[in-house]
């Protein structure tokens, strides 16, 4: 494949098109006002503006084409982004047989219709069908309805589902099916141009816009059963009842996460949406369909949860960041990657850790068999250090 340069923000984009637009407005006047004499009769060309209207009106319209002329090129990606990507999206229906917990909302947690959306993926060959475990939870398979971008419904094979993340993966088989490329949401940065696509109110392949707002929320109490490990990205792409399960991509079309949850007073969009990285949904997809079960990750540290401004300062840090490590767990991955007692977790598979209880989340979602790079704060400087997690199940103790 031949390497491709990286698209420009929006902002950047928008910046580009309007500087081109006034460089062009300044050097075109003379050409603006020959074309405008078609608009006019032939003897209005010794009138001032205030003498005739219409040839002022005919110049302004003239600029107005031009100028949008270039910024539709410039704007034009996005509906490229928006054809390519919507496809690969779906729309769900569930006829629950009980149980089923309604829409995630964070501090209200009210019900909403038993709808939601989806993006389909390859994994080793096969079709899958990537959404929230709130979604499709007390239906059956053959009560999941799924509506592809072309109209078509189907149903899928296989239904596995994490209740301590809200993930689940549908296992599904049709011709024509066009799955999603995946991102690296490891890789996305806070102001980063994002979009969604999905159901709102039942609205399917609904598009809405903007950018990741921050990362790394957790601790949210979303709808009647909670979310145990949660990590979320936060972003301002319009996100409503239905949305659920429906990806979010970057400017390259891109999968980076799996929108769950709002942030409302109201029940609809507040600005505030959150969405679980796509990192995290995928190493929960492959366990769920290889072993229909989730092992949790396990580090083997045990963490200062009293680690304050001033311990960090005393350190050397310049603020209380970071997990510290008050205890390892014998034989562990922490103990055989060389993580000793008094180091602080600076980051963590690409992450930055703020503090014991972030770090905890990171771990618990994060997958097995990868090789995890960990940067811990020793004796002044910042060391990396390379280790794979082991199976919480295997160990009593410990983080």
Avoid: W
């Avoid at 409503?240 to 799996?258: A, T």
């Amino acid at each position: 494949n031949e390497p491709t340069m990286p698209l420009p923000s929006l902002s950047a984009r928008l910046a580009f098109a309007l500087a081109v637009c006034f460089l062009a407005g300044t050097q075109r006047t003379a050409q603006a006002q020959n074309e405008a004499e078609t608009f006019l009769p032939s003897d209005t060309s010794s009138y001032t503006d205030s003498e005739s209207p219409e040839a002022a009106r005919a110049l302004a319209r003239q600029d107005i084409l031009e100028d949008a002329e270039v910024l539709d090129r410039q704007l034009n990606f996005l509906k490229k982004l928006v054809r390519f990507a919507r496809p690969s999206v779906v729309h769900i229906e569930t006829r629950r047989t009980g149980g089923g917990s309604g829409e995630f909302q964070y501090t209200r947690g009210l019900p909403a219709e038993e709808a939601g959306g989806g993006v389909i993926v390859t994994y080793q060959g096969k079709h899958y069908v990537l959404t929230n475990r709130h979604v499709i939870h007390g239906a059956s398979p053959s009560s999941i309805s799924i509506t592809l971008e072309d109209g078509r419904t189907i149903h899928p094979a296989m239904v596995h589902s994490d209740r301590e993340t809200d993930v689940a993966v549908l296992r599904v088989s049709a011709s024509r099916l066009v799955p999603g490329v995946l991102g690296d949401s490891g890789t996305v940065d806070i102001g980063e141009f994002v979009f969604a696509v999905g159901s709102p109110f039942g609205l399917s392949q609904t598009v809405t816009y903007g950018i990741v707002s921050a990362k790394g929320r957790r601790d949210l109490q979303l709808g009647q059963q909670g979310l145990k490990f949660q990590n979320f990205m936060q972003t301002d792409a319009a996100i409503n009842p239905g949305n659920s399960g429906g990806p979010l991509f970057n400017s390259r079309g891109e999968i980076i996460g799996i929108n769950t949850a709002i942030a409302s007073n109201s029940g609809g969009n507040d600005g505030i949406g959150f969405t679980i990285p796509i990192n995290s949904v995928m190493a929960i997809a492959r366990q769920l369909i290889h072993e229909g079960k989730v092992s949790r990750a396990f580090l083997g540290v045990v963490m200062d949860s009293q680690f304050t401004a001033k311990d960090a300062e005393k350190l050397g840090l310049t603020r209380a960041r970071g997990a510290k490590v008050n205890g390892l767990t014998d034989d562990s991955p922490a103990d055989q990657a060389g993580i000793r007692v008094g180091d602080v977790i600076l980051r963590f598979n690409g992450q930055e850790v703020e503090d014991d209880s972030q770090l905890i989340h990171i771990v618990s979602l994060s997958p097995l068999d990868d090789e995890v790079r960990v940067e811990v704060y020793r004796g002044g400087q910042v060391q990396t250090l390379k280790l794979r997690l082991a199976d919480r199940g295997k160990f009593n103790t410990g983080k």
